[in-house]
């Protein structure tokens, strides 16, 4: 019986036959390392370097691992990173949420343009949410299947309804930096309060 992997790579492969000649093929290509599972967060955290999964540590305040050989720290960033990335998600606003959906329900694959980054593929690269990959003569950026899961288990209303809520708190906070200038964040906190239907912690204020 084929593997959900194997599955659900058939599926993208039929939503993307309007594509290019040349983007087919790099689909089938993937699709192939995927169901062999290169797609995997253990698969992806073993193609990193020793200093780059350090690099990610650093990045997520994760402490106590520098003594680990590579293969200890892969098998337990396996287990942690998703934990990580769940929390990060309770934050995320629109842009970074319909990326997110995109690739997760449409193409599972998304193509880095060279002439440079949208502020919400910068972040999902920077938390570690996704890996670049290159396949052909193309960067792209890969949503371990993991984390895929984790999106799918938290979407539905509610969820929509708090990423519309960063939403709105992020463009508050952006007019108000940009009027006041930099702003401590219990100020911060004070003046988004008043402007929102309902207060929010300024630990969430941080966060977003």
Same mark, same amino acid.
């Given at each position: 019986?084929?593997? @959900?992997?194997?599955?659900?790579? =058939? !599926?993208?492969? =039929?939503?993307?036959?309007?594509?290019?000649? &040349?983007? $087919?093929? /790099?689909?089938?290509?993937? +699709?192939?390392?995927?169901?062999?599972? !290169?797609?995997?967060?253990? @698969?992806?955290?073993?193609? $990193?370097?020793?200093?780059?999964?350090?690099?990610?540590?650093?990045?997520? $305040?994760?402490?106590?691992?520098?003594?680990?050989?590579?293969?200890? #720290?892969?098998?337990?960033?396996?287990?942690?990173?998703? =934990?990580?990335?769940?929390?990060?998600?309770? &934050?995320?606003?629109? @842009?970074?949420?319909? #990326?997110?959906?995109?690739?997760? /329900?449409?193409?599972?694959?998304?193509?880095?343009? =060279?002439?440079?980054? @949208?502020? !919400?593929?910068?972040?999902? #690269?920077?938390?570690?949410?996704?890996?670049?990959?290159?396949?052909?003569?193309?960067?792209?950026?890969?949503?371990?299947?993991?984390?895929?899961?984790?999106?799918? +288990?938290?979407?539905?209303?509610?969820?929509?309804?708090?990423?519309?809520?960063?939403?709105?708190? +992020?463009?508050? /906070?952006?007019?108000?930096?940009?009027?006041?200038?930099?702003?401590?964040?219990?100020?911060?906190?004070?003046?988004?309060?008043?402007?929102?239907?309902?207060?929010?912690?300024? !630990?969430?204020?941080?966060?977003?």
């Amino acid at each position: 019986m084929p593997s @959900s992997t194997t599955k659900c790579w =058939a !599926a993208i492969t =039929a939503r993307w036959n309007y594509r290019s000649g &040349c983007e $087919q093929r /790099t689909v089938k290509n993937m +699709a192939s390392h995927a169901a062999g599972g !290169a797609f995997l967060l253990e @698969s992806i955290l073993t193609r $990193q370097t020793k200093a780059e999964l350090m690099q990610l540590c650093r990045k997520l $305040q994760i402490k106590g691992v520098s003594g680990l050989r590579k293969s200890r #720290l892969v098998a337990y960033l396996r287990q942690r990173l998703p =934990a990580v990335i769940a929390g990060k998600m309770l &934050c995320w606003d629109q @842009s970074i949420y319909s #990326l997110v959906q995109e690739i997760t /329900t449409l193409t599972q694959i998304h193509r880095l343009e =060279a002439e440079g980054s @949208s502020p !919400a593929e910068d972040y999902l #690269l920077e938390e570690y949410v996704g890996f670049p990959e290159t396949y052909g003569d193309h960067l792209y950026l890969i949503i371990p299947l993991e984390i895929q899961e984790l999106f799918f +288990a938290l979407d539905g209303p509610a969820y929509r309804r708090k990423v519309r809520e960063n939403t709105e708190i +992020a463009r508050l /906070t952006r007019g108000l930096l940009h009027y006041y200038g930099c702003l401590p964040l219990h100020e911060l906190g004070k003046m988004l309060n008043r402007l929102l239907p309902e207060p929010v912690d300024v !630990a969430i204020i941080g966060e977003v």
